[in-house]
C-alpha cells in the first residue's frame, strides 16, 4: 500500500463522510463523491465496489476514530476505565458524532437503509472484546459479579442503547450524567474501590480498546 493511494482513499472517505451529513444517504451518488473528492469515479472504484461498501467505510472510520479516543481518555486519566466512567465518555463520543448516533435515532435522512448495514457487517470481535473488558473489570472488583457476564453485558447494552435511542442534543452532558449514574447504581458495587485497583485495570482496558479499534482499521486497510 503506498503513502498516496491511502491519502486517496482517506480524501475520498472524507468527502463521502461531509456529502452524507449534508444530503443524506438517499441523495448522495458515487458521481458526486468522486468530484468532491477530486477523483475520478473509476478511481473511486478501485477502493470499493460499490457505493454501499464505500458509505459502510465511512462508519467504520467513524467507529475507529470513536474507540481510539476513549483509549487515549482512559491513558489520560485511568479513572476512565470504571464502567460508569467509561460509559459516559463513550456515550458522548457517539452523540457528537452525527454519523454515529444517526443510527440508534433511526435517522433515515441522514443514513437509510444503512443504519441496519452498519451493525450487520459489525465485526463480532468488538463484541467479545466488550465481554473482556468486562471480565478484567470483574477480575478487579469492579463491577458486580453475582450475573454472568453475558448476562450483565445484555442488561448494560439495553441501559446503553435505551439512553442513545433518546433524544440527548438538547443537553448531552446531563444525559450522559444521568446515563453513568444509572450505570454505576445497576452494575458496580456501592463501596468505591481503591484507587491502586483500578488504576491497575486501566492498561487492560486500554489494550482492549485499541485492539478494537485495530480491528476497524484492519478491515479499512483492505481498500486502500
Known amino acids: 500500500m503506498t503513502e498516496d493511494r491511502r491519502e486517496r482513499a482517506e480524501r475520498i472517505l472524507d468527502a463521502a463522510a ?6 443524506g ?18 478511481t473511486l472504484y478501485l477502493h470499493w465496489k460499490t457505493r454501499e461498501q464505500l458509505f459502510l467505510a465511512v462508519m467504520l472510520r467513524e467507529a ?68 473482556d473488558y468486562l471480565r478484567l473489570q470483574a477480575e478487579h472488583g469492579l463491577i458486580r459479579t ?14 446503553l442503547h435505551g439512553f442513545l435511542l433518546a433524544p440527548a442534543a438538547a443537553d448531552p452532558e446531563a444525559a450522559a450524567e444521568l446515563l453513568a449514574d444509572t450505570v454505576a447504581r445497576a452494575f458496580q458495587p456501592t463501596a ?10 486501566a492498561p487492560g482496558a486500554i489494550a482492549l480498546f485499541r485492539a478494537t479499534a485495530e480491528i476497524d482499521r484492519a478491515n479499512l486497510r483492505r481498500a486502500y
Open 18 to 23: 461531509d456529502l452524507l451529513l449534508r444530503h
Open 25 to 42: 444517504y438517499r441523495r448522495v451518488t458515487v458521481e458526486d463523491v468522486a468530484e468532491h473528492a477530486g477523483v475520478g469515479k473509476g
Open 64 to 131: 475507529a476514530r470513536s474507540i481510539e479516543d476513549l483509549a487515549q481518555a482512559i491513558e489520560d486519566d485511568p479513572d476512565l476505565t470504571l464502567l460508569h466512567r467509561m460509559t459516559r465518555t463513550q456515550f458522548l463520543n457517539v452523540v457528537r458524532r452525527p454519523l454515529l448516533h444517526a443510527p440508534y435515532l433511526a435517522d433515515s435522512g441522514v443514513l437509510g437503509k444503512l443504519a441496519a448495514k452498519l451493525h450487520e457487517n459489525q465485526d463480532p470481535r468488538h463484541h467479545e472484546a466488550f465481554l
Open 146 to 159: 453475582d450475573l454472568k457476564i453475558e448476562d450483565l453485558a445484555t442488561a448494560y447494552q439495553a441501559v
Open 192 to 201: 468505591t474501590p481503591p484507587a491502586a485497583r483500578v488504576r491497575a485495570a
